[in-house]
């Protein structure tokens, strides 16, 4: 079975532009393709992460990945399945963001002049000359058709703003400019970016008559079509300061049964011969699944040492076996006794006093194995220095120690 195929039992092929061609380019190794990333946020989150798989599964298979950090395109903002318009953020905000991406991307793929490619579209997209753009490579895109792709509907009945209509032209030109200097030929994307990677193709065989390819992969959605990676307090997050591995390991121990399987094939390197066993075990050994889906998921990400924590904790915390030392833990810094409320919020676990008051009243609070009320007493200083066992509601543990 070639890479290609692999691919597609996998479930991660959504469309392409010559299935013929990129078939026979990335089983062979042929392939120099790009994918691009925009530096909207300082970590990378899961919504990335089936393209960083995409990545290390091609590059293995002999394929040359680009990265593009778009450093330029990050100052206009991709409308692609916006219902308004992004926050504009700073250049010093942006190469932030780049170099954050660019250190996390670096754990994935092997990067180096003969294996892959880090680039940033800045250092060529900023100092364009519109008049002469405008010229080079207005001619080729009409705006009839531009209207008419799905990334710009949404933004169509909002109000689309000229800013962000720029988008697929930048887009388009970046393909052009990476077939030109870099000698790429295929770029892939998620499939709400099909109209911006067709207008890529169609700029390089415009200017040059060159083939170009492209290929999307499916959007990373659970069994009732929403797109998965969102957690309580937000985007579930690579980066382990902003999402704790403890938690990252309980969103994939936690997801939906119908899911599971989908995700060992999409997200891990579980060989697919091996999912397809997997798929015949009875309903009683879900939870064994889950498990296998949140080891790897939190290995690739966190390393296998923090993984193999993570998995003892869970099983401590919730079928009581083994240790509950790895269990996340949060410190504060006090030097007086805490009630439940102040716990919760400076814990973080709640937003605001109301939100915690809320929650002990409707009994989703329990300390040390204890049910909380509005009427228990505030925790000593030396019983915070000891160390508390909290859980808010069925599934959030955490150790608050006071330093």
Not at 221 to 228: A, D, F, I, R, T
Request: glycine share 8%; proline share 2%.
């Amino acid at each position: 079975m070639g890479i290609y195929e692999e691919l597609q039992e996998r479930g991660l092929i959504a469309q392409v532009t010559d299935e013929e061609q990129i078939r026979e380019l990335i089983n062979k190794g042929g392939a120099k393709f790009y994918i691009g990333f925009d530096p909207t946020a300082d970590s990378l989150h899961a919504g990335h992460f089936m393209t960083l798989v995409l990545m290390k599964r091609l590059q293995l298979a002999g394929n040359k990945p680009v990265v593009l950090l778009g450093g330029g395109t990050g100052l206009v903002g991709d409308p692609s399945g916006r219902t308004d318009m992004r926050a504009m953020l700073t250049k010093e905000q942006i190469q932030h963001n780049c170099d954050c991406f660019a250190k996390q991307i670096s754990r994935f793929i092997e990067i180096g002049e003969d294996k892959a490619l880090i680039v940033n579209n800045a250092d060529w997209l900023a100092s364009l000359n519109y008049i002469e753009l405008l010229r080079d490579v207005g001619p080729h895109f009409s705006v009839t058709n531009m209207l008419r792709a799905e990334c710009y509907k949404q933004r169509m009945e909002r109000g689309l703003s000229f800013l962000e209509f720029n988008y697929m032209i930048m887009q388009a030109y970046d393909f052009y400019y990476l077939h030109e200097h870099y000698g790429v030929n295929m770029e892939f994307g998620g499939d709400d970016q099909w109209s911006n990677m067709l207008a890529g193709t169609e700029l390089i065989r415009r200017k040059k008559g060159d083939d170009a390819y492209a290929l999307t992969i499916t959007l990373l959605l659970n069994s009732e079509g929403k797109k998965m990676g969102k957690t309580a307090s937000g985007a579930l997050w690579l980066d382990e300061n902003k999402t704790k591995p403890f938690d990252f390991y309980q969103y994939w121990r936690n997801v939906d049964d119908a899911d599971v399987i989908k995700c060992l094939k999409l997200l891990t390197f579980v060989p697919i011969d091996e999912i397809k066993e997997m798929e015949k075990w009875s309903s009683e050994r879900i939870n064994e699944l889950k498990e296998i889906l949140a080891l790897e998921m939190t290995k690739m990400v966190h390393g296998e040492e923090t993984a193999l924590k993570c998995k003892e904790a869970a099983r401590a915390l919730f079928r009581g076996e083994g240790s509950d030392e790895n269990m996340p833990t949060v410190e504060l810094e006090t030097n007086e006794a805490l009630n439940t409320i102040q716990l919760l919020v400076m814990s973080k676990l709640c937003s605001s006093n109301g939100e915690a008051r809320r929650l002990i009243e409707q009994g989703g609070v329990t300390i040390e194995g204890e049910k909380v009320t509005m009427s228990t007493p505030s925790y000593p200083l030396e019983k915070l220095k000891e160390g508390l066992k909290l859980k808010k509601g069925k599934k959030v543990f955490v150790r608050i120690i006071v330093k």
